[in-house]
């Protein structure tokens, strides 16, 4: 269902807070979002998490473990950005051999307010043949293997204490479990494909990889990420000729070099729509009246259309602001009206919250409340 949109332009904000979508276990993340430490307005944050670690070793070749070529690989990717790359923040989810938890994951990614999210894997299977590279975004499983590296992705949970209250029952070793996710992560889904299209490309071209795809699966790691996001299978660590390549020093500087080239692409790409789309936007005439809305969603691509559950919520109101598009619903003279039209939302939105607009600008809502002694 297309969702019909009014543009207005927002060009400074004072906070920044970024939603945490539709989630059916969302009790366990509403402190997730915090509105101190915002990154600068046009600064990239992208982090990146080398999969498994410490007690977990991940999928196991003849000669190596996943956990330690995982590592490599992220520290020599985000070397890459931060040496070759201005405006851009790396964020690490472990430097060290050290376990972290899937939820953790996702919360350093949604604390830092991150523009992008890789997760770094090898692969492992019991038939030593296969070979090749695929990158994952969120979604549900369109076949057998993709239900399987799932699974075997998510097992990991086991090994954190009580995830069955945290996960809320979540099974790792059922295929029912995954229903959940068929709506996690949609307003995310074109920005994460996109940027998996442009790894695969590049491990193709680049490093000469196998490509089997890009693909979707319920993962929880990505899950859990208010931001687009992807999980890399970066070769098969079963594969004697992909374990040698993985392990060594070259093949992990190949890899890092490919993952780098594939963000420094999508980046630009990303950079490229935001400026187009300022320049070609007419000013909007200006509204001198505080408005109370109540925010849903924070993207870094305009989105033309929106999953049905914003569409039921009413008119929706994008606010822009450099790289970002603010999405907002309702229009209230006063914060006590918005307050209870939010928490008529809380079910379907748990994470959504009341924001003040001037002249199509957010301002402080503290600020707005007095000026307008509507609390």
């Not at 949109?5 to 402190?31: D, E, P, Q």
């Not at 299977?125 to 296969?130: E, G, K, V």
């Not at 889904?189 to 693909?215: H, M, P, T």
């Not at 963000?263 to 935001?274: E, H, L, V």
């Amino acid at each position: 269902m297309k969702c019909r949109i009014k543009n207005y332009k927002h060009c400074t904000i004072s906070f920044l807070a970024i939603f945490l979508f539709i989630t059916a276990v969302s009790g366990s993340f509403t402190s997730l979002i915090c509105l101190a430490d915002e990154p600068p307005e046009n600064e990239w944050v992208v982090v990146i998490d080398a999969g498994h670690g410490g007690k977990d070793p991940g999928a196991k070749g003849r000669t190596s473990k996943e956990k330690d070529i995982t590592l490599a690989i992220a520290l020599k990717t985000g070397k890459y950005i931060e040496e070759l790359l201005n405006g851009v923040k790396v964020i690490y989810t472990r430097k060290g051999d050290e376990f972290v938890e899937l939820y953790k994951r996702a919360e350093i990614a949604n604390k830092a307010k991150a523009d992008l999210f890789i997760s770094i894997h090898c692969n492992g299977f019991r038939d030593s043949r296969i070979k090749g590279s695929e990158t994952f975004v969120m979604g549900i499983h369109k076949d057998q293997g993709n239900l399987e590296v799932a699974m075997k992705e998510n097992s990991v949970i086991t090994l954190e204490e009580d995830y069955t209250t945290r996960y809320q029952g979540y099974d790792p070793n059922s295929s029912e479990s995954f229903i959940i996710f068929s709506l996690m992560q949609n307003i995310y889904l074109e920005q994460s494909l996109n940027f998996a299209n442009y790894i695969q490309d590049q491990f193709r071209v680049r490093v000469g990889l196998d490509d089997r795809g890009v693909k979707q699966a319920g993962l929880i790691v990505l899950w859990q990420t208010t931001m687009p996001s992807v999980l890399v299978e970066a070769g098969f660590i079963t594969n004697s000729q992909e374990e040698r390549f993985l392990k060594s020093g070259r093949g992990q500087d190949y890899i890092a070099s490919a993952i780098f080239r594939a963000f420094r692409d999508y980046k630009a790409a990303i950079d490229q729509k935001s400026d187009f789309s300022t320049s070609a936007r007419e000013e909007k005439i200006q509204d001198d009246k505080i408005w109370f809305m109540i925010q849903l969603a924070t993207s870094t691509v305009r989105r033309e259309e929106l999953p049905e559950q914003f569409t039921r919520t009413g008119e929706i109101t994008e606010l822009e602001s450099g790289k970002y598009f603010k999405y907002a619903t309702g229009k209230y003279v006063t914060y006590n009206e918005a307050a209870l039209r939010r928490k008529e939302l809380q079910e379907e939105f748990p994470d959504a919250f009341v924001i003040a607009v001037r002249n199509h600008k957010i301002i402080p809502l503290q600020e707005a409340i007095e000026l307008t002694g509507s609390k």
